[in-house]
């Protein structure tokens, strides 16, 4: 069996230094330098625990809002085409390659209805 050369952070090969991938779902890890397998106590911790907590329904809703509640960014003059709103907020977000053009996020003040166009 090979020596353990290094005294090394967590993530990385003791045998080698070469850093490790990640955990694969069998709790282990091969170095691709050295090839020596590892077990998850290789990483620092031998469990991990996860809590997620999700938003409330009554507190993501959109319906929620009040009607005269300020929009969510800049304002344009544009029809929404379910309740016949004429003004709706947008964003921009370069999705596409840089010798693309933006896409355009407009939600309506009203309804919040949301949709998307590339310009």
């Given at each position: 069996m090979?020596?353990?050369i290094f005294v090394t952070e967590?993530?990385?090969?003791?045998c080698c230094g070469a850093i490790l991938p990640d955990l694969?779902?069998?709790?282990?890890?091969?170095?691709?330098?050295c090839a020596k397998p590892y077990?998850?106590?290789?990483f620092g911790r031998m469990?991990?625990?996860?809590?997620?907590h999700f938003n409330s329904p009554s507190a993501s809703s959109v319906n929620t809002k009040k009607k005269s509640a300020e929009p969510d960014g800049p304002t344009v003059d544009r029809k929404c085409p379910v309740c016949n709103n004429d003004k709706m907020s947008y964003a921009t977000l370069q999705l596409?390659?840089?010798?693309?053009?933006?896409t355009v996020f407009y939600?309506?003040?009203k309804c919040k209805y949301k949709e998307t166009e590339n310009s």
């Open positions: 090979e020596k353990e967590p993530g990385f090969c003791p694969k779902l069998s709790g282990g890890v091969t170095c691709y330098t077990g998850p106590e290789v469990e991990m625990k996860y809590t997620i596409r390659s840089a010798d693309e053009g933006q939600t309506c003040t």
